[in-house]
């Protein structure tokens, strides 16, 4: 079963990198409920195993290509980031006092809270693109524009699997002319 799940979690990932075309160096939020995946409702069977499978699929991938991961805790911990100190740095946020446990804060982000080099949690980030596994609401996260992708992988277990991108706004109207490397 674990297994299966490191699989759909990195053909995912695979996919939306794919999509999103990230470069080193840009934020990847991850929001997942080990219970959804498992088939149960929020909170109800929250699973280190599970978190660290789907964990397993992910982090390599986004660590072989210099792409940070934004892990969202639950809502437990107002939806805050477990994230690396140096994308705190890098946006001028200030860390909160809290370390995520799997009943407050959830599996995936106490998975990443005790892998990362130098973790922090943040309040708030804006990231480049990441993905919704159960439907935990990642958006907050996310900088303005989202724009939402289409996977082959719809599911990881047996939680849903929502993915976006995100793009600069389009201003100027009708006159004005865009670079369509970013749509």
Known sequence: MYEAITAQARQAVLEILEQAKLQAGTLFVVGCSSSTVAGQSFGSASSMAIAQAVFDGIYPVLQSRGIYLAAQCCEHLNRAIVTEKAVALQQGREAVNVVPQPKAG??????????????VVLEHIRADAGMDIGGVLIGMHLKE?????????????EAHLTSARTRPKFIGGERAVYNDAWK
């Open 145 to 157: 524009v989202a724009v939402p992708l289409t996977l082959a992988v719809k599911c990881i277990g």
């Open 106 to 119: 959830g599996s995936f982000a106490t998975i990443t809270y005790q892998t990362l080099q130098e973790p």
